[in-house]
């Protein structure tokens, strides 16, 4: 048996990166298996959250009796969709499980130890600091039942948040760091005001990433978005919602046959009506939302405590008089941390979470 945990554990969470934000409401796990020392599977949970990794890793034709499991989660014990996963290692002959993190579902919760350990099965929960956070957007939608909510900023090095000459404030290297955290979380939230200024397509644009379009949600009450933007060419490639409070009008009905599904609401002015549309959002099969929209729209999330993460990119240059803001950047310039330790050409990124 080998005494290596860490380095094993942290291949698992390696792997459960790699579709992170793109299993639905199940989280992202990783699993290796281990054998005479021996990386011998991997699996990772597929995209909209099943088969769960411990199938992917152990459903193939090895011989597994006597292995290692080290997998990022406490391995699941109820049966839903598809049979627990206990199921399976008893069944393929693992000799010991390592998990990192116990599951906070309360099907089962602490029960895959006991399960095992009855088949004589040793199951260990070896906590790794390297990885002490991925779980978080998992353990807030359990306990709450509301999508772990991120967004992002661009601000000049004068904090200004529009330029006035271009679509954009921070460089390449900023922006392709947006496209992976937009390819890590499974929608999008946006404003029809912030689409209508940027003819935004709001998907991931790098090699590799390109094919992982997240649901976009485009708020916008009085359905003033434009006809013709970019984004149209996608709406046949993934699920693109207008959330109004303008219900069964002719205006609903064209944009219903360019394709776009409509999300009614009464009103989104107050805290109440923003936990509201989350727990819409939830209940629809989302668990990790991206909010990419102006300064007045973050600055009412802020204000009302719902962002669980912010990322603000910050520019080398000033834009001085070539920039503007349609709204006070005083909650954004209170914000104190450190800036991430990444290259960005010049460009700062800075996050803090709530």
């Given at each position: 048996?080998?005494?290596?945990?860490?380095?094993?554990?942290?291949?698992?969470?390696?792997?459960?990166?790699?579709?992170?934000?793109?299993?639905?409401?199940n989280?992202?796990?990783?699993?290796?298996?281990?054998?005479?020392?021996?990386?011998?599977?991997?699996?990772?949970?597929?995209?909209?959250?099943?088969?769960?990794?411990?199938?992917?890793?152990?459903?193939?034709?090895?011989?597994?009796?006597?292995?290692?499991?080290?997998?990022?989660?406490?391995?699941?014990?109820?049966?839903?969709?598809?049979?627990?996963?206990?199921?399976?290692?008893?069944?393929?002959?693992?000799?010991?499980?390592?998990?990192?993190?116990?599951?906070?579902?309360?099907?089962?919760?602490?029960?895959?130890?006991?399960?095992?350990?009855?088949?004589?099965?040793?199951?260990?929960?070896?906590?790794?600091?390297n990885?002490?956070?991925?779980?978080?957007?998992?353990?807030?939608?359990?306990?709450?039942?509301?999508?772990?909510?991120?967004?992002?900023?661009?601000?000049?090095?004068?904090?200004?948040?529009?330029?006035?000459?271009?679509?954009?404030?921070?460089?390449?290297?900023?922006?392709?760091?947006?496209?992976?955290?937009?390819?890590?979380?499974?929608?999008?939230?946006?404003?029809?005001?912030?689409?209508?200024?940027?003819?935004?397509?709001?998907?991931?644009?790098?090699?590799?990433?390109?094919k992982?379009?997240?649901?976009?949600?485009?708020?916008?009450?009085?359905?003033?978005?434009?006809?013709?933007l970019?984004?149209?060419?996608?709406?046949?490639?993934?699920?693109?919602?207008?959330?109004?409070?303008?219900?069964?009008?002719?205006?609903?009905?064209?944009?219903?046959?360019?394709?776009?599904?409509?999300l009614?609401?009464?009103?989104?002015?107050?805290?109440?009506?923003f936990?509201?549309?989350?727990?819409?959002?939830?209940?629809?099969?989302?668990?990790?939302?991206f909010?990419?929209?102006?300064?007045?729209?973050?600055?009412?999330?802020?204000?009302?405590?719902?962002?669980?993460?912010?990322?603000?990119?910050?520019?080398?240059?000033?834009?001085?008089?070539?920039?503007?803001?349609?709204?006070?950047?005083?909650?954004?310039?209170?914000?104190?941390?450190?800036?991430?330790?990444?290259?960005?050409?010049?460009?700062?990124?800075?996050?803090?979470?709530?």
């Amino acid at each position: 048996m080998t005494t290596n945990h860490n380095q094993f554990l942290n291949l698992a969470f390696q792997l459960a990166e790699k579709n992170l934000g793109q299993t639905k409401l199940n989280p992202s796990v990783g699993s290796v298996v281990v054998k005479s020392d021996t990386v011998i599977s991997t699996g990772v949970t597929s995209l909209d959250g099943r088969p769960h990794s411990e199938f992917n890793a152990l459903n193939k034709l090895i011989d597994f009796s006597g292995a290692s499991l080290y997998t990022t989660l406490e391995p699941c014990t109820h049966k839903g969709i598809t049979p627990p996963c206990t199921d399976l290692i008893i069944k393929k002959k693992i000799k010991n499980v390592f998990y990192a993190f116990e599951d906070p579902d309360k099907r089962t919760f602490k029960k895959a130890k006991r399960i095992l350990n009855s088949k004589g099965i040793k199951a260990k929960l070896i906590y790794t600091k390297n990885y002490i956070s991925f779980y978080k957007s998992y353990f807030l939608n359990k306990k709450f039942s509301l999508p772990y909510v991120a967004a992002k900023i661009a601000i000049s090095k004068d904090y200004l948040t529009i330029n006035k000459k271009s679509k954009w404030i921070t460089n390449d290297s900023s922006r392709k760091i947006s496209h992976l955290l937009r390819s890590r979380h499974d929608c999008v939230i946006s404003t029809s005001k912030s689409i209508n200024f940027d003819n935004s397509l709001l998907n991931c644009r790098i090699d590799g990433l390109n094919k992982n379009k997240p649901d976009l949600f485009i708020i916008d009450l009085n359905l003033k978005l434009k006809k013709k933007l970019s984004l149209n060419y996608l709406l046949k490639k993934r699920k693109t919602y207008l959330i109004t409070n303008i219900n069964n009008s002719k205006k609903a009905l064209i944009f219903k046959k360019m394709g776009y599904k409509i999300l009614f609401i009464n009103n989104l002015k107050s805290k109440n009506d923003f936990y509201y549309l989350y727990k819409k959002i939830y209940k629809m099969g989302y668990a990790r939302v991206f909010i990419e929209a102006g300064l007045t729209f973050l600055n009412s999330l802020l204000s009302y405590k719902l962002i669980n993460e912010l990322y603000i990119f910050k520019s080398k240059k000033k834009l001085s008089q070539n920039g503007k803001n349609n709204d006070s950047t005083k909650y954004l310039k209170n914000i104190h941390s450190k800036p991430l330790t990444i290259n960005l050409d010049g460009d700062k990124l800075f996050k803090k979470e709530f």
